[in-house]
């Protein structure tokens, strides 16, 4: 399944398939993102960051995406469980000015 | 390694009242933040320390609010009065050292209710 960032904060995937959450950035100046997963009670919990001189970053079952033409980031979750069902977060800042900026946040929920 | 913690993690108060939130960084980290959600928003950055100086506060809403951090470990952030917009969840993140960017690792915040 996939989202289109901010204006679709819900989607729901089928267990073991894979997830793309989509984010739109807007500050051209941005060159550290990062994306967070919160679940229910928690705060944010970091996932993975990628920097700007990057368009590609890979971890445990994720993968982030960064396309500097279009300002968008996007976080691909491979073989989706159960616990990967949290609000998911881009955030962005520029280096230098240590403060995040986050973008809505996404759902995701994971069907059995 | 313990993360960042937040205390109290509920608090609920009548407005015009006075509470103070603790957060308590990763040790060894000189980067702590304060970001607050309220409902139906986006996080939003309040203010970052570096050590027990303010570096930035630019996202402080009003003098209301009073942010310390003396002796660079512990910071407290202070509501007073409370105001009923002032509800929503208060967030405190820290990041190690200087220079390049740094992920910021948060706590599980404190709910503040004003009622």
């Known amino acids: 399944g996939e989202s289109v960032g901010l204006h679709l904060p819900t989607l729901s995937v089928q267990e073991g398939d894979n997830s793309i959450i989509n984010c739109a950035y807007s500050?051209?100046?941005?060159?550290?993102f990062i994306w967070y997963k919160q679940e229910s009670g928690k705060g944010p919990q970091f996932i993975i960051d990628i920097r700007s001189n990057m368009d590609k970053r890979q971890g445990q079952r994720v993968t982030v995406l960064l396309n500097k033409t279009v300002k968008h980031l996007s976080l691909q979750i491979a073989a989706t469980q159960p616990g990967d069902s949290a609000v998911y977060f881009c955030?962005?800042?520029?280096?230098?000015?240590?403060?995040?900026?986050f973008g809505q946040g996404t759902r995701l929920t994971i069907n059995p | 390694e313990a993360g960042v913690t937040q205390f109290p993690s509920h608090s609920v108060i009548e407005k015009g009242q006075t509470v103070t939130l603790r957060c308590d960084p990763i040790?060894?980290?000189?980067?702590l933040y304060w970001y607050r959600r309220v409902m139906g928003k986006e996080i939003k950055f309040l203010l970052h320390f570096v050590k027990e100086s303010k570096q930035d506060e630019s996202g402080m809403p009003n003098n209301r609010f009073l942010a310390e951090r003396t002796g660079g470990t512990y910071s407290t952030l202070k509501v007073q009065p409370a105001e009923l917009e002032d509800s929503g969840v208060y967030f405190c993140?820290?990041?190690?050292?200087?220079?390049?960017?740094?992920?910021?690792?948060f706590g599980d915040g404190t709910r503040l209710s004003i009622l």
């Open positions: 955030a962005e800042n520029k280096w230098g000015a240590q403060k995040l900026v």
């Open positions: 993140a820290s990041s190690q050292g200087s220079g390049d960017n740094q992920p910021q690792h």
């Open positions: 500050n051209s100046a941005s060159d550290y």
């Open positions: 040790s060894g980290h000189d980067n």
